[in-house]
């Protein structure tokens, strides 16, 4: 059983190492709180390809009824998407405007509707995006 | 989320002391094997010399089932210089605290509460936003800042009088002068972001020498000053044909009380199928264009991640 925790732990490990660099380089273990994350639909409404840092901006429609626009980015860039065989017409198909997905999103610290996309799903259930 | 990276990093450091991560690493995986193949290098034979190739920190970037290389990796907080800081003279000292990383760990967070040991510019970060990190704007990393990225890999490649690196993050290259040349004393000309440099062999290790640095770039991530009088010595090293080793010195009184050497990085060799991507091969083009990166990312994500209203 202690043997498995271990080969667990160091499992654990090397995933997380795979995700670290990425907040590092970005900062966003600063800009963003980790610890916090939530599952939400959305509409796109931008998606940005681009260097080093690609954008998406999508809408939220609260309990009231009102739409909210929020801004964020992504834990990866176009180098390594591309090397995990997101180009970008596969990449701007996928979530091209008015595109409805689920978005696991973690909060700005400073608040608004500002947050980092730490997956992308897509209708039919599918990792895009962040996934390889 | 964040516990458990940093409670990773520390475990993966263990590993990596305990020797066990240098043997997964010496393990011949796909990408390995063709880059060996590719210049008919039969294991356990290679040139000291062969450091032409691309390199990279995380060969699991370009080949998922490449071995990790925990000793690859760095010590909690980013990837820096080194954690072994010396001393800042005055001088030093101002210009350290004038610099305003948004990299590392939040001063009030738990990763840099449970890292006391780290130096204080790996346990300052702000969100990027309210930094003034001169990369963020794409002004130019410079040397030795841009040795340090991850995963982005670097070339080099070695012709008779000079060596060339190209970075794919910045789409950058210097030049290193192995022609016999060697550093003025003193520099009358334009500060260089990526300053003047000469090379040679000493044995199998190839050692850069370089001077004349633009004094507004940052030594890395954390924002560790450097002055226009920075000398920094680089030590190429192969260990085998596949893992290129790299240990960098600075030496600059004005800002640091003694030299300040880093921890060895340890390089993958990127074989070339594993860099085709989108039907090209070879290193991206990497650049940081403000019409991007200004105009558009910090406009409308990062500035207001950190609370910045628009004007």
Not at chain 1, 93 to 120: E, H, Q, R
Not at chain 2, 276 to 305: H, M, T, Y
């Amino acid at each position: 059983m202690k043997a498995y925790k271990s080969i667990a732990a160091v499992l654990l490990a090397f995933v997380s190492l795979q995700v670290a660099p990425a907040m590092a380089h970005h900062g966003s273990n600063i800009s963003y709180d980790l610890s916090k994350s939530w599952e939400q639909k959305a509409t796109i409404t931008k998606f940005g390809y681009i260097n080093p840092h690609p954008i998406v901006l999508f809408d939220v429609t609260n309990k009231k009824g009102e739409v909210e626009h929020w801004h964020s980015e992504i834990v990866t860039n176009p180098s390594r998407m591309i090397r995990s065989g997101w180009g970008k017409i596969r990449s701007e198909a996928a979530l091209k405007p008015g595109t409805v997905v689920t978005l696991t999103l973690s909060p700005a610290k400073a608040g608004g509707f500002s947050a980092l996309i730490t997956k992308i799903t897509n209708d039919k259930g599918e990792e895009i995006i962040t996934g390889n | 989320m964040q516990g458990k990276v940093s409670s990773a990093v520390a475990l993966i450091t263990a590993v990596g002391l305990l020797g066990i991560g240098a043997g997964a690493c010496t393990q011949e995986g796909k990408g390995t094997q063709e880059g060996a193949a590719a210049t008919g290098v039969e294991a356990g034979k290679f040139d000291p010399k062969d450091i032409s190739g691309v390199w990279t920190r995380n060969p699991q970037s370009f080949n998922k089932d490449a071995p990790p290389c925990p000793e690859c990796r760095e010590p909690p907080g980013g990837y820096g210089f080194g954690v072994d800081v010396p001393p800042f003279t005055p001088e030093g000292q101002k210009r350290f605290d004038a610099n305003i990383t948004g990299k590392g760990f939040a001063p009030d967070s738990k990763e840099a509460l449970a890292n006391p040991q780290l130096h204080i510019g790996r346990r300052r970060g702000v969100p990027p936003g309210l930094a003034n990190d001169p990369q963020a704007t794409c002004n130019p990393d410079g040397i030795p800042r841009l040795l340090l990225m991850t995963p982005a890999p670097y070339e080099i490649l070695v012709t008779p009088e000079r060596v060339f690196q190209f970075f794919e993050w910045t789409w950058a290259h210097r030049e290193i002068w192995t022609d016999g040349r060697v550093l003025p004393e003193q520099l009358d000309y334009v500060p260089r972001w990526f300053g003047y440099s000469t090379g040679k062999w000493e044995g199998d290790t190839f050692v850069v020498e370089s001077f004349g640095f633009d004094d507004r770039s940052w030594i890395d991530i954390f924002g560790y000053p450097h002055s226009d009088q920075m000398r920094v010595t680089e030590r190429y090293k192969l260990r085998d044909h596949d893992t290129l080793e790299l240990q960098i010195t600075v030496n600059d009184p004005v800002i640091y009380t003694k030299p300040w050497v880093s921890e060895v990085k340890v390089n993958k060799r990127v074989a070339k199928a594993d860099l085709a991507a989108g039907g090209w091969s070879g290193l991206q083009e990497d650049v940081c264009a403000p019409l991007d990166e200004v105009d558009i990312f910090n406009k409308l994500v990062r500035d207001k991640a950190a609370g910045i209203k628009a004007e």
